[in-house]
């Protein structure tokens, strides 16, 4: 356990003294001071005194016996003793630089003369109880046993009797926990046998060869890992730089920390800092009173802005529909919700006021939280529907058919900077806003409606966004808004940055899913219909659901070829902070539970799911349930050259192979599939602008309406312009996206600001060369230089502006007809896992991908960006969870209790494959949007993780067809890997929560 004390920086930092007096009910170390029986040496001005670590040092939570006048000067270890044994561990939510949902230490000690009779025993535990405690009962009745199985059932039963957790424990996790413990001690138990053996001794317990797995520790070796691409031809210019795996042009300054982002902007003349005042009352009340007099009597305090510093037809904003209040009026409709907004000399002193400042509230019902209430008070925001064949004709003529839900949570984007803004006003009502945005524009047009200005006069600047992936579209706006309204007021700069806690609080996230489904199929595998209801949780307004769900009905037949659909998308409206987009937007959940429909069927049938799945993949020329006709459809290839690739069929007669010998460590391999539309439904967003200015010296400034988030966007940009305008990468540059610069920018989101933006660079650029090829034509052996300046001499005009858009976005859900794509895009991927059926821990051994992404501008980028979104795919299906309590609070707020993969968490293995001799007509230089297509891969994690419980469940004769929602979480395994040694508490519901009293919900 100690291996997995927090992490190296932590560690570096941290005190073992420290540790002791936070006296944290999880800390790792005190179960081991408390099991081994060490001794804490304590001073003070009246002397120094000696004082156990046992039962008695942990007086409740984060209380201990020691004083407060009292300094912690040393901890004495005794040394181990003949014939005594200690082992600890700890479980987490992730492996690596996370605290524990339970760690223990356990200790006995044998009688010298016979070596089996044990003389004493501490089982101690963290996690189980407001602080680290001996499981009392436990312990004393081993004293005296004999080493033997007949101890195991009786520990067991005990462990339960001495935590006795209930379904409203902080905390949550009752059931798990508690099988956790009994896990570890059986763990303990196998330890020591295997101890005692090793010393020679007889007359041990029977050990089966098989269930040794659960002693084998885990390891991480180092990383394997390739990427194949295809190079460029040897004949091409060496000034053409696409296609090639260049850096990413900024890489080195993100990762010398050189990079500017919006906080990094050095201080302004009597710049002031803003702190939003939000609302931590109840999600839905009428709001009787703000009152802000105690934050304004703080000196620093400058002014409080609230609802009636705005004039109501200002006062509301949207993306979609405007249904969202910049400040609360009349009532407030969830949990941080912006009430009001402080204004102070420095963060800390606003940040203190904001939390001064009283909001009387009175509750209202209902209060609608989870998508089940939603359903049942017909809380609805959008509702869609999508029909081909005939559903119920297809369910007449199946051999099966079933019905069953299937829940996918949401995830927070964690862009490691958070929202902020700084607004500095200027002469004429003009006002800069410096922001990290995906939407200048609509950051412009919002700004502009709010503070009361035309458009002209609001600059938005983006240099970088510090990561986004989506949660930077339209959310930025609840900072945005209030800091330009400050400064316009004040005639101040205003400066607002969202801590950790409050951006994960206030802003939204992706959104959960509860998908209903029934379908019917045959014995052969062939599935024949389906009808599916979507029901996605918004939140209390709109923002980009609609799209969102959108998306998941359009994609949601993912690469399988099914004659008969019904998909029904409803958008719920809760009392929870709006959701937003996030990678992928709507299509990960959908094919996560295509996937599932596939494992029923292959649980049914007895069928392998790789034959079934291979059954059903789309061909050129096949129409998706909303009557999209696909071209250039690849699917297939990549699905054989992966399985290729990843030599699946050998490695799964090794997974069978090893879970035959191993009773407690079970493998599984799985292989997915994803099919991501690529392009917008909505005909206005499908247009870019480029400029392009050439200067005497010749070097070239290149602006487009894209915006840098990390995914290298203005470096495929500058890679373009090299190839039509001839010249090396070092003569341009790209400064900032800017609303002054290139006016009415589409979003960059969705995947396609290469292909939109590079057309209109393109189209710049062309027209650039077209008025330089005169010079070009008279001097060719001149430079570029040469012909700049004989242009300019000539009075040509050396800047161009660049247009690309495509209008065939037109479909029409009434008649099911029409275009919502520009293409698509396909991609396969196989993963093979190992699962620890006593703890539901795991490691990914291996992952194969192998992605269409067209004709690769830049090798390097887009297979970063493979790389990139499969793992966080991983963090959506396997590790990430989003909790809320009862009364719409946000549990999981914050690194600490909320997980995302890190470097430890990616596969041993990582092999990623471009599919080669593909190309792609309808976007830049044939290639294709690769940003968020990958992501969707990572279900081959969760399904191997699936397969590997399905074998664990065999051995138990229990079966494989099973409920198993996403994300698959090291509680969700373990409690699906049913055996002797969990613990089985009734009152909890099927997925673990929203049971009546539970700690959390999942909304």
């Known amino acids: 356990m100690i291996h997995w004390f927090a992490g190296p920086q932590i560690r570096n930092v941290a005190t073992i003294a420290g540790n002791i007096i936070t006296a944290s009910p999880i800390s790792d170390l005190n179960p081991i001071f408390m099991a081994t029986g060490c001794t804490v040496t304590l001073e003070s001005v009246y002397g120094s005194r000696s004082l156990k670590m046992d039962e008695h040092f942990f007086k409740s939570y984060r209380k201990t016996s ?105 905390g949550g996790m009752a059931t798990y926990r508690q099988s956790l413990a009994i896990s570890f001690f059986y763990k303990f138990y196998l330890h020591v046998t295997q101890w005692l053996s090793e010393s020679g001794i007889s007359d041990l317990p029977f050990i089966e060869t098989e269930a040794l797995s659960a002693t084998r520790p885990c390891t991480r070796p180092a990383t394997k890992e390739s990427q194949l691409y295809q190079i460029v031809s040897t004949n091409q210019a060496k000034y053409d730089l696409v296609g090639r795996p260049i850096t990413h042009l900024s890489g080195l300054k993100h990762g010398t920390g050189e990079a500017i982002y919006v906080d990094d902007i050095p201080l302004h003349r009597n710049e002031h800092y803003g702190t939003l005042v939000i609302n931590r009352t109840v999600p839905y009340g009428k709001l009787l009173s703000v009152d802000p007099s105690e934050a304004l009597a703080i000196p620093g305090v400058v002014a409080f802005f609230d609802a009636s510093s705005i004039s109501k037809d200002r006062n509301i904003f949207g993306e979609i529909e405007h249904d969202e209040f910049v400040f609360a009026t009349g009532e407030v409709t969830a949990i941080g919700q912006t009430v009001g907004l402080i204004i102070a000399n420095d963060s800390l002193i606003a940040e203190k006021a904001s939390k001064l400042v009283k909001i009387n509230v009175e509750p209202l019902s209902p209060t609608i939280l989870t998508i089940e209430q939603a359903i049942a008070n017909d809380s609805y925001l959008y509702h869609r529907k999508v029909s081909s064949g005939d559903v119920e004709a297809g369910f007449a003529r199946s051999d099966h058919v079933v019905e069953g839900e299937m829940r996918v949570g949401g995830q927070e984007q964690f862009y490691l900077e958070t929202q902020s803004c700084l607004a500095i006003p200027k002469e004429d009502d003009e006002i800069d806003i410096y922001i990290a945005t995906q939407a200048v524009t609509n950051m412009q047009r919002s700004i502009s409606k709010c503070i009361g200005v035309p458009q002209n006069r609001v600059t938005v600047k983006t240099r970088r966004a510090g990561g986004s992936f989506g949660g930077k579209e339209t959310r930025c706006i609840l900072l945005g808004i209030p800091a330009a309204l400050a400064a316009q007021k004040l005639r101040v700069p205003v400066r607002m940055v969202l801590n950790r806690y409050d951006d994960m609080e206030i802003t939204g996230h992706r959104n959960p899913y509860l998908f209903r489904y029934k379908m019917g199929f045959n014995t052969d595998g062939q599935i024949v219909a389906i009808r599916i209801s979507a029901y996605t949780n918004c939140g209390v307004a709109q923002d980009l659901c609609s799209a969102i769900i959108c998306v998941t009905i359009f994609s949601i037949d993912g690469t399988f070829r099914i004659p008969n659909w019904e998909i029904d998308g409803w958008a719920c409206k809760t009392n929870l902070p709006a959701n937003t987009a996030m990678r992928g937007f709507g299509n990960p959940e959908g094919s996560v539970v295509l996937h599932t429909l596939f494992e029923i069927v292959a649980a049914t049938t007895g069928r392998d799911t790789v034959e079934i799945r291979q059954l059903h993949l789309y061909e050129d020329g096949d129409f998706t349930p909303s009557n999209q006709i696909l071209e250039n459809c690849t699917v297939k290839r990549c699905w054989n050259e992966c399985i290729a690739n990843s030599s699946y069929h050998k490695r799964l007669q090794g997974v069978k192979e090893f879970n035959k010998k191993n009773k407690w460590k079970k493998r599984g391999i799985a292989i997915t599939t994803t099919k991501h539309n690529l392009g917008f439904a909505d005909r206005f967003m499908c247009q870019a602008g480029a400029l392009v200015m050439i200067h005497l010296d010749g070097s070239v400034s290149l602006n487009h309406g894209g915006m840098e988030m990390g995914q290298g966007l203005h470096t495929k940009m500058i890679q373009i312009a090299t190839r039509v305008l001839q010249i090396p990468a070092s003569k341009i540059y790209f400064s900032e996206t800017a609303s002054d610069k290139v006016p009415n920018a589409t979003a960059t989101c969705g995947s396609v600001s290469s292909d939109l933006n590079g057309m209109a660079v393109i189209n710049a650029c062309e027209i650039l060369i077209q008025r330089l090829l005169p010079y070009k034509t008279a001097n060719p052996n001149g430079s570029w230089e040469n012909w700049i300046t004989a242009a300019y001499f000539d009075q040509i005009n050396l800047s161009a502006v660049g247009f690309f858009s495509y209008p065939d976005a037109n479909y029409n859900f009434a008649t099911n007809t029409g275009t919502h794509a520009k293409y698509t895009s396909y991609g396969a991927g196989c993963s093979e896992v190992e699962i620890d059926c006593l703890t539901g821990d795991h490691s990914v051994l291996r992952t194969d991908i192998v992605m269409d992404v067209g004709e690769s501008l830049n090798p390097a980028i887009d297979i970063g960006q493979i790389e990139g979104a499969f793992v966080q795919g991983y963090g959506l299906f396997v590790m990430e969870e989003l909790l809320y309590s009862r009364k719409g609070h946000l549990l999981t707020k914050g690194p600490s209790m909320y997980k995302i993969p890190t470097m430890n968490d990616i596969p041993r293995e ?69 055996n002797e040694y969990s613990v089985r508490q009734p009152s909890l519901s099927e997925n673990g929560s929203n049971c009546q009293n539970s700690w959390s919900i999942n909304v």
């Open 66 to 170: 020691i004083q407060g006048i009292e300094v912690l000067r040393s901890i004495t270890l005794p040394l181990s003793k003949k014939n005594e044994f200690i082992w600890s561990a700890k479980q987490c939510r992730r492996r690596e630089d996370d605290i524990a949902i339970v760690n223990t230490a356990m200790k006995v000690s044998f009688d010298t003369t016979d070596q089996c009779l044990i003389k004493s025993a501490q089982l101690v535990f963290g996690g189980m109880a407001a602080m680290t405690s001996e499981a009392k009962a436990a312990s004393r009745y081993l004293i005296g046993k004999k080493w033997s199985t007949e101890i195991l059932e009786d520990v067991c039963s005990l462990l339960v009797q001495d935590f006795p957790l209930s379904v409203d424990v902080p």
């Open 910 to 978: 990582f092999y990623v494959s471009i599919l080669r001799g593909s190309s792609n007509p309808r976007a830049v230089y044939s290639s294709k949007g690769i940003g968020e297509p990958p992501l969707t891969l990572a279900t081959s994690v969760f399904f191997a993780i699936r397969n590997a419980i399905s074998d664990a469940r065999k051995d138990k004769k229990l079966s494989i067809d099973f409920r198993f929602d996403s994300p698959a979480t090291v509680e969700r395994i373990r409690i699906a890997c049913e």
